[in-house]
C-alpha cells in the first residue's frame, strides 16, 4: 500500500515474531471529527495498526481523517485492545445514550502521506472560508456568531458550527455558501460548553481543557458544588473558558459530599477529649477540623474528627445540670467595692449685666456703698453698735 510505513523495521526480533503471528483487526474504534465522536467500525485489510495510527473512515457524514483509539478483537495488533463488552461498560459509565457513540460506517484504509497532506491543505484554506462567511453574515445581519469551519476530507460535505441564542433563518446564507464552494453545505448549532471544546485551549489549571481533551459528555454543573469546593464564589475562579461552571467541580463532588458527611453540623454539642464539652462553630472538609468553643474558657480551637465525640440530648442535658450545680455550690466571690467617684463641679457661669435703661440715682449709690463695704446709711431711730475708744460701748447722744 502506498504510504503506509509498517513498523517492523523498529521492532526487536521478539517483538517482530510475536507481531507477525497477530491477524489483522476486525473492528477498530476510532475518533473523529471537531466534536471528538467516537465509532466502532469493521475493517477488512491486511495491516495491523498500532494506537494512533491515521484511518480513513466513511461515515454517515462522509468520507473523513480518524485517529486509531483501540480495537475490540483480542487477537489484534494493538496491545491495549479491549473487549466489546468492556468498550460497553466504559459507554455507559460516560454518559449512556447521551455518549457521541455509532457504529455505522466502515474503516476504508489506514490513512497515506497523502490523505494527511490534503487534510492539511483543507485545514489552511479555513482561514478564507470563515473570513467570506463572517462577511456574509455581517451583510445580511444574521443574529448568529460562527465559531468553526470543519472541512471533511473526501470533500462532500462543509459543517459550519456556530452559537446563536434565538431561531436564525439562514436559508439565503446557505445558498450563498454552497454557489460559492460547490458542496453540500451544513449549519451546525452549538452551545457555550461545545464553543469552547472547539476553539479552547488551555484552562487556568495548565492543563489542556477537559472538554476538549477527554470530556464527551458536557453535564450542567450545580451552584452547590461550587459552594461546597469552593472558599470564594468569585466567578473568575469558578468559571471555565465557555462562561460556565468549570466542569472539573463534577469530578470531586462526590468525594467533597461524603466527607461533609461526616463532620458534625454547627451548633452541635461535643466533647472532646483533653478540654471538655463545647459547641462547634465552624469546620473544614478537606482537613477534617472542626472549630469548637469551649465551654470552660470559651475559646476557639481546632479538633481532628477522632478526637471529638458528639453528645446525645440526655449526656448535654446532664453536663448542663452538673455545670449549674458547681455553679450554685460556689462561694460567692467577693469584690472590693471601689469608693464613689467625686461628683465634679459645675464652672461658674459668669453673669452678664443687661442695659435695659437708666438706672436711678439711689440704687448707684446703695451698690457703690456694699462694694467700700457698708450697708445702708444710719437711719434715725437706730442704735449705735461700734465701740469707743476704750472698748466700752457708747452712750447715744
Not at 315 to 327: G, I, T, V
Request: hydrophobic share 30%; aromatic share 4%.
Amino acid at each position: 500500500m502506498a504510504g503506509l510505513i509498517t513498523p517492523l523495521p523498529i521492532m526487536l526480533e521478539e517483538d517482530r515474531k510475536v507481531y507477525e503471528k497477530l491477524e489483522p483487526p476486525k473492528t477498530m474504534v476510532c475518533r473523529y471529527g471537531y466534536m471528538k465522536q467516537i465509532a466502532e467500525l469493521p475493517y477488512s485489510g491486511q495491516a495491523k495498526p498500532g494506537c494512533g495510527s491515521k484511518l480513513v473512515i466513511r461515515t454517515n457524514r462522509g468520507i473523513e481523517l480518524a485517529e486509531m483509539l483501540t480495537t475490540t478483537c483480542p487477537n489484534a495488533g494493538c496491545g491495549e485492545s479491549v473487549s466489546r463488552k468492556q468498550l460497553l461498560e466504559y459507554i455507559d459509565a460516560s454518559g449512556g445514550k447521551d455518549y457521541p457513540f455509532t457504529n455505522q460506517g466502515r474503516v476504508l484504509r489506514i490513512a497515506t502521506a497523502e490523505d494527511v497532506l490534503e487534510q492539511s491543505r483543507l485545514d489552511k484554506r479555513k482561514t478564507d472560508v470563515i473570513k467570506f462567511t463572517k462577511d456574509m453574515i455581517r451583510q445580511m445581519d444574521l443574529p448568529m456568531k460562527l465559531v468553526e469551519v470543519e472541512q471533511l476530507l473526501g470533500g462532500e460535505r462543509v459543517i459550519f458550527h456556530y452559537t446563536s441564542e434565538q431561531w436564525v433563518d439562514f436559508r439565503e446564507l446557505v445558498r450563498r455558501l454552497a454557489s460559492e464552494y460547490q458542496t453540500r453545505i451544513e449549519m451546525h448549532q452549538v452551545n457555550a460548553r461545545d464553543e469552547a471544546r472547539l476553539v479552547a485551549d488551555y484552562e487556568k489549571c495548565g492543563q489542556y481543557c477537559c472538554c476538549k481533551q477527554f470530556l464527551k459528555v458536557l453535564k450542567p454543573v450545580s451552584m452547590r458544588s461550587a459552594k461546597v469546593q469552593k472558599a470564594t464564589l468569585d466567578p473568575t475562579k469558578i468559571s471555565g473558558r465557555c462562561g460556565r461552571l468549570m466542569c472539573c467541580l463534577r469530578y470531586e463532588d462526590q468525594t467533597y459530599e461524603s466527607l461533609r458527611k461526616r463532620l458534625p453540623k454547627r451548633q452541635t454539642r461535643v466533647m472532646t477529649e483533653d478540654d471538655g464539652p463545647g459547641t462547634v462553630v465552624d469546620t473544614q472538609i478537606l482537613t477534617q477540623l472542626a472549630l469548637v468553643r469551649l465551654d470552660s474558657s470559651g475559646k476557639i480551637s481546632a479538633y481532628p474528627l477522632e478526637n471529638i465525640r458528639v453528645l446525645t440530648k440526655e449526656e448535654d442535658a446532664k453536663l448542663r445540670e452538673q455545670a449549674e450545680a458547681r455553679a450554685a455550690a460556689a462561694p460567692p466571690v467577693r469584690t472590693k467595692r471601689r469608693p464613689p467617684a467625686p461628683k465634679p463641679v459645675p464652672a461658674a457661669v459668669p453673669v452678664q449685666a443687661t442695659n435695659s435703661g437708666p438706672e436711678p440715682e439711689g440704687g448707684r449709690k446703695r451698690r457703690r456703698r456694699r462694694r467700700r463695704g457698708g450697708g445702708r446709711p444710719p437711719q434715725q431711730g437706730d442704735k449705735p453698735t461700734g465701740t469707743g475708744p476704750t472698748g466700752d460701748q457708747g452712750s447715744p447722744s
